[in-house]
């Protein structure tokens, strides 16, 4: 079976810095793409970011010049680095991949901005 596991959630004041991880496990190599996608209270879940298998990057428009995704070499884990975090940033984020021509989810994990 192929899951996601997201970690490094957690609570940072505004201005503040966190890191999500998501590896893959179960038979998961080789995705086409892996990022984040968020979801807000009331609102509808938005892309953060994504990588596809060449490397290329893509960035919600909110988060560009704050948040940067990168992946280790095997291509099974996705970090997403969060800089200078705002309240607006409050959501569940979860981990996604495309693989095997179907959509993947993680169970998702908070963070929380404080004002």
């Known amino acids: 079976q192929v899951q996601l596991m997201e970690s490094g959630g957690g609570l940072v004041q505004t201005g503040g810095s966190l890191r999500l991880s998501c590896s893959g496990s179960g038979r998961f190599s080789s995705p086409n793409a892996m990022g984040w996608y968020r979801q807000a209270p009331g609102k509808q879940r938005e892309l953060v970011a994504n990588i596809a298998g060449g490397g290329i990057t893509n960035y919600g428009d909110s988060v560009k010049d704050r948040f940067s995704i990168s992946r280790d070499k095997m291509h099974t884990t996705v970090y997403l680095q969060m800089n200078n975090l705002k309240p607006d940033d409050t959501a569940t984020y979860y981990c996604?991949?495309?693989?095997?021509?179907?959509?993947?989810w993680g169970q998702g994990t908070q963070v929380t901005v404080s004002s």
């Open positions: 996604w991949a495309r693989i095997y021509g179907r959509d993947l």
